[in-house]
């Protein structure tokens, strides 16, 4: 049984930053591709960022490209989300997910087979 537990979520300023985690166990998480959602209330579930099986490939929602990171150890069967110069609109849940089978990194959450429960992140003054 996989699973996924993420970490590093608070309540933040404007313009402040914050760096989550999300540690896999019960799996072979070098095999997984991993992404990072999120869901502010009332809306829909939403892509952040995704991150290959090797590291060497990412992407990003336009959203937060230039101000977020994704990176991933593999020997610590973790991947980061280090999120820079936060916004209100910043303000969700963050779920991360782990795609099996050596794959490409994706931002359809159904292309994921596991997620954690998610970390809630607050942009507020």
């Known amino acids: 049984q996989v699973q996924l537990v993420e970490s590093g979520g608070g309540l933040v300023q404007p313009g402040g930053s914050l760096r989550l985690s999300c540690i896999a166990s019960?799996?072979?998480?070098?095999?997984?591709?991993m992404g990072w959602f999120r869901q502010a209330p009332g809306k829909e579930r939403e892509f952040v960022t995704t991150i290959n099986w090797t590291g060497g490939s990412t992407d990003y929602a336009a959203s937060v490209k230039g101000r977020f990171t994704i990176s991933r150890v593999n020997a610590k069967n973790t991947v980061y989300l280090q999120m820079n110069s936060l916004k209100p609109e910043d303000t969700a849940v963050y779920y991360c997910?782990?795609?099996?089978?050596?794959?490409?990194?994706?931002?359809?959450?159904?292309?994921?087979?596991?997620w954690g429960q998610g970390t809630q992140v607050t942009v507020s003054s």
């Open positions: 997910a782990a795609r099996r089978g050596y794959a490409s990194g994706s931002s359809y959450s159904a292309e994921y087979d596991y």
């Open positions: 019960g799996g072979t998480f070098v095999s997984y591709a």
